[in-house]
């Protein structure tokens, strides 16, 4: 992470600023480069701070160091935001193996400071005025003289490349300096969304960055499977987002039918099925709710192919169905007890069933949206034909001992 300056000698103000710039810069940058190309993915904390992707091949084309100073002043040329940074990209491109051949990422340091025009430092900007020539002979000359010793390592390292090694990683750095302080980010950021301003902007860009910030704990995570996020994750969520304050409905392309006997069989043996046949529903109300299960999933998955939703997005919508559920069960098995009879807690099921399709019929999948009956109901028997690989406290079933029926039904299989 950047380094930051700390607040007071026992604050960690500043540094935590630090860590919450280097998150939010990430977010603009995105979107920023999301005018360009949807596929590029973004990353943290493997080889950079941040690290832009190419999608086909996963290689970095730009690692990028943030810097976030609270008051202005200049960078310097001894300074650890520099050598520090130049330290992190040669250990990255050892890594990678480019110091001597091959394509050399771009390698950013964004600062809210300013590179004072005559150092090294501002003939490292892009532009005209750069030289990356006389920028090298400014690195070694302040390199070689060791000097402060909170640098003298890193200033170390780096002349322990060849010259050549230097010269292709000098070409490679670019500093962008007075960049916008941690407050000011948020105009620009909803600028590079194209949300406009308005009643609901601040809404918006606030859904927005709660998102993100849930995705960079996912990336910063190493144990999580989230590896990086895309420009078109980025979009579809602002889109997602945008439409439900704008109350826009998600688009349905499949059209409901009769399953067909293949189609009903392929079913036979799965949970959903089971859920179902445990309160006794006969093979007709059995098809009836299968064509709701068969199609919504077939619309969910489009949805999601074609980036209209997000698989966060259906996590939300599938915890307001679980509530439905929740209230329907706890309503209709509250009486019921280790005498109740097998007809009568098989009746409460039915009940449970009825009163659940019922409330989620009119749940969109986007809140202020409209959509067709049938999705709900079927992403609600989704739920339960996922009951046996979620938590306990997660599962939803019909039957009043739905969860000693699961975990009966998975004990041959288990042994």
């Given at each position: 992470?950047?380094?930051?300056?700390?607040?007071?000698?026992?604050?960690?103000?500043?540094?935590?600023?630090?860590?919450?710039?280097?998150?939010?810069?990430?977010?603009?940058?995105?979107?920023?480069?999301?005018?360009?190309?949807?596929?590029?993915?973004?990353?943290?904390e493997v080889l950079d701070d941040v690290e832009f992707l190419y999608a086909e091949t996963k290689d970095p084309f730009v690692l990028l160091q943030s810097k976030h100073r609270e008051k202005s002043?200049?960078?310097?040329?001894?300074?650890?935001?520099?050598?520090?940074?130049?330290?992190?990209?040669?250990?990255?491109?050892?890594?990678?193996?480019?110091?001597?051949?091959?394509?050399?990422?771009?390698?950013?340091?964004?600062?809210?400071?300013?590179?004072?025009?005559?150092?090294?430092?501002?003939?490292?900007?892009?532009?005209?005025?750069?030289?990356?020539?006389?920028?090298?002979?400014?690195?070694?000359?302040?390199?070689?003289?060791?000097?402060?010793?909170?640098?003298?390592?890193?200033?170390?390292?780096?002349l322990g490349l060849t010259s050549a090694q230097r010269r292709r990683l000098v070409e490679a750095i670019e500093i962008h300096d007075v960049s916008p302080l941690m407050s000011d980010l948020d105009?620009?950021l909803a600028r590079m969304l194209g949300i406009r301003p308005g009643q609901d902007a601040g809404a918006i860009l606030n859904e927005i960055k709660g998102w993100w910030y849930g995705m960079a704990?996912?990336?910063?995570?190493?144990?999580?499977?989230?590896?990086?996020?895309?420009?078109?994750?980025?979009?579809?969520?602002?889109?997602?987002?945008?439409?439900?304050?704008?109350?826009?409905?998600?688009?349905?392309?499949?059209?409901?039918?009769?399953?067909?006997?293949?189609?009903?069989?392929?079913?036979?043996?799965?949970?959903?099925?089971?859920?179902?046949?445990?309160?006794?529903?006969?093979?007709?109300?059995?098809?009836?709710?299968?064509?709701?299960?068969?199609?919504?999933?077939?619309?969910?998955?489009?949805?999601?192919?074609?980036?209209?939703?997000?698989?966060?997005?259906?996590?939300?919508?599938?915890?307001?169905?679980?509530?439905?559920?929740?209230?329907?069960?706890?309503?209709?098995?509250?009486?019921?007890?280790?005498?109740?009879?097998?007809?009568?807690?098989?009746?409460?099921?039915?009940?449970?069933?009825?009163?659940?399709?019922?409330?989620?019929?009119?749940?969109?999948?986007?809140?202020?949206?409209?959509?067709?009956?049938?999705?709900?109901?079927?992403?609600?028997?989704?739920?339960?034909?996922?009951?046996?690989?979620?938590?306990?406290?997660?599962?939803?079933?019909?039957?009043?001992?739905?969860?000693?029926?699961?975990?009966?039904?998975?004990?041959?299989?288990?042994?």
């Amino acid at each position: 992470m950047g380094d930051v300056a700390q607040a007071g000698s026992h604050s960690a103000a500043g540094q935590m600023t630090g860590y919450l710039y280097q998150c939010e810069l990430a977010l603009l940058e995105l979107a920023e480069r999301s005018w360009e190309d949807i596929s590029i993915e973004v990353r943290m904390e493997v080889l950079d701070d941040v690290e832009f992707l190419y999608a086909e091949t996963k290689d970095p084309f730009v690692l990028l160091q943030s810097k976030h100073r609270e008051k202005s002043g200049q960078l310097s040329e001894t300074g650890k935001d520099f050598w520090r940074s130049v330290a992190s990209w040669i250990d990255a491109l050892t890594v990678l193996g480019c110091l001597s051949s091959g394509t050399v990422p771009l390698l950013r340091l964004v600062t809210t400071q300013v590179a004072a025009e005559g150092t090294f430092l501002s003939q490292l900007r892009r532009g005209p005025g750069r030289s990356a020539e006389r920028a090298l002979a400014g690195m070694e000359r302040v390199a070689r003289a060791g000097e402060p010793r909170t640098t003298a390592e890193d200033c170390k390292k780096f002349l322990g490349l060849t010259s050549a090694q230097r010269r292709r990683l000098v070409e490679a750095i670019e500093i962008h300096d007075v960049s916008p302080l941690m407050s000011d980010l948020d105009s620009k950021l909803a600028r590079m969304l194209g949300i406009r301003p308005g009643q609901d902007a601040g809404a918006i860009l606030n859904e927005i960055k709660g998102w993100w910030y849930g995705m960079a704990v996912e990336l910063l995570d190493k144990n999580l499977p989230r590896a990086s996020v895309t420009a078109q994750d980025l979009l579809c969520r602002l889109e997602e987002i945008t439409d439900r304050h704008a109350g826009k409905n998600l688009p349905i392309t499949e059209s409901l039918r009769r399953l067909t006997e293949a189609e009903i069989a392929a079913y036979r043996d799965d949970l959903v099925v089971a859920q179902m046949q445990w309160i006794g529903l006969k093979d007709r109300s059995i098809a009836t709710h299968l064509r709701d299960y068969h199609y919504a999933r077939a619309q969910r998955s489009e949805w999601i192919r074609t980036f209209k939703i997000t698989e966060e997005g259906l996590e939300e919508y599938e915890r307001r169905l679980w509530d439905e559920w929740d209230h329907a069960f706890t309503r209709h098995t509250d009486d019921i007890d280790d005498s109740t009879p097998a007809e009568d807690r098989a009746a409460a099921g039915k009940r449970v069933l009825d009163t659940t399709m019922d409330n989620v019929a009119d749940k969109p999948a986007r809140p202020g949206s409209v959509t067709v009956a049938w999705i709900g109901r079927g992403t609600m028997h989704s739920l339960a034909g996922r009951a046996d690989s979620v938590e306990a406290e997660d599962r939803v079933g019909w039957h009043p001992d739905h969860l000693d029926l699961c975990r009966d039904r998975d004990e041959p299989r288990n042994k």
